[in-house]
């Protein structure tokens, strides 16, 4: 018989809280092994959240979460050499090149010394940043940026990849840049991707399925095209968010929000 494969991500009845708010409501969802899972929702909705208890850096208050079958309480560190993780902040040092912001995320991985130039130099060149690898990060584009950050979380060669607002503030062009060189890695390596976004056109074009949260809930998950159809015939992915989450956009939501909406406008406009 053969042995099934582990979900690559498997949360079950996941719920956590800031005091007597709740974040994170009794989630349960699955993520296939080299799959794009879209998770959207608007601001408050419990995205940040979930992402951080995804990537281990907030702890499980309720629930049992796993990573390709390895449980997030007992073996945290080797989910953290599994993930790469790009941030909705900025994570790079801009008075650090391109190489040497990749060569630090090298060690912080864990990445053996003896494979860290050439997994540092594969890095780079899957994300078409060799030619400007030497040049202080502080004077790359937007769209290098971001690219650069998407290396310094591959230099890992993770098998799930958490992408959190990868492309905004972005331009068409640099948004399609990203996104080119991370669908090439992940066709040649086979890594599982979960992307939050706003842009419904990124998730609709991107995502194999979207899960979508409204307070805390999960409310929604399918294909694009599935949870379209069930709208009506001629809904946007928009109009699938709009019908899910609309009472949210008027209505208070998590304490951190208002930290993450200012972190947001803060990275476009430097990123611009």
Do not use: I
């Given at each position: 018989m053969t042995e099934l494969l582990p979900m690559a991500i498997d949360c079950?009845?996941?719920?956590?809280r800031y005091g007597q708010?709740?974040?994170?409501?009794?989630?349960?969802l699955k993520v296939r092994p080299?799959?794009?899972m879209g998770l959207l929702g608007p601001n408050g909705a419990g995205k940040t959240t979930l992402v951080r208890m995804l990537t281990t850096l907030t702890p499980i208050q309720r629930g049992d979460l796993r990573i390709f079958g390895l449980d997030s309480v007992r073996q945290t560190t080797d989910i953290r050499s599994n993930i790469g993780y790009v941030p909705q902040q900025l994570s790079i040092e801009p008075a650090l090149s391109g190489r040497q912001n990749v060569e630090w995320f090298a060690r912080l991985y864990g990445v053996p010394r003896a494979e860290r130039t050439d997994r540092v130099e594969q890095a780079l060149a899957a994300m078409e940043l060799l030619d400007v690898a030497d040049r202080l990060a502080g004077a790359y584009s937007g769209g290098m940026v971001r690219r650069l950050e998407v290396a310094q979380a591959l230099v890992n060669r993770p098998s799930l990849l958490v992408l959190d607002e990868p492309t905004v503030g972005l331009d068409p062009i640099a948004r399609?840049?990203?996104?080119?060189?991370?669908?090439s890695m992940q066709a040649e390596f086979?890594?599982?991707v979960l992307l939050?976004?706003?842009y419904m056109e990124e998730a609709d074009a991107l995502c194999d399925r979207v899960a979508l949260m409204h307070?805390?809930?999960?409310?929604?998950?399918?294909?694009?095209?599935?949870?379209?159809?069930?709208?009506?015939?001629s809904a946007t992915l928009e109009d699938v968010f709009r019908h899910y989450a609309a009472s949210d956009l008027s209505e208070a939501s998590e304490p951190s929000?208002?930290?993450e909406i200012r972190s947001s406008r803060k990275v476009a406009s430097r990123a611009s």
């Open positions: 079950q009845h996941l719920t956590y708010f709740t974040a994170v409501d009794d989630l349960t080299g799959e794009t399609d840049g990203v996104w080119t060189q991370v669908q086979g890594m599982t939050t976004t706003h307070r805390g809930v999960l409310r929604a998950v399918g294909t694009p095209t599935e949870l379209k159809s069930k709208v009506s015939p929000d208002f930290r």
